[in-house]
């Protein structure tokens, strides 16, 4: 089964960063489409970016221009959110899709929280 592994939780103020990393037990290079959703307290988990197998990255409309998604050469996906706003507080979960065999992964979660 694969597994993902978030971290980089923490308590940022408004206008801040902070950097999200999800550890995969495949390679971020594989088949698989990779991306970061979130859920805020008292909503449904949304999305907030994907990044597909060649490399391109679409964001929500609430994080364009402000959160960057990344990977690295092996098994690292990132999250780098800057200009960070209250309403970004939520959990944020790390997702692997196989679109060839509609697997769909996720990875336990972690918090983020901007507040002065």
């Known amino acids: 089964q694969v597994q993902l592994v978030e971290s980089g939780r923490g308590l940022v103020q408004p206008g801040g960063s902070l950097r999200l990393s999800c550890v995969a037990s495949?390679?971020?290079?594989?088949?698989?489409?990779v991306g970061w959703y979130r859920q805020a307290p008292g909503k449904e988990r949304e999305f907030v970016a994907r990044?597909?197998?060649?490399?391109?990255v679409r964001y929500a409309d609430s994080v364009a221009g402000r959160f960057t998604l990344s990977r690295d050469t092996r098994n690292t996906l990132y999250l780098q959110m800057n200009s960070l706003k209250p309403e970004d507080t939520a959990i944020y979960y790390c997702?692997?899709?196989?679109?060839?065999?509609?697997?769909?992964?996720w990875g336990q979660g972690t918090q983020v929280t901007v507040s002065s």
């Open positions: 997702n692997l899709f196989n679109p060839y065999t509609q697997s769909d992964y």
């Open positions: 495949v390679s971020v290079f594989s088949i698989y489409t």
């Open positions: 990044m597909v197998a060649n490399g391109e």
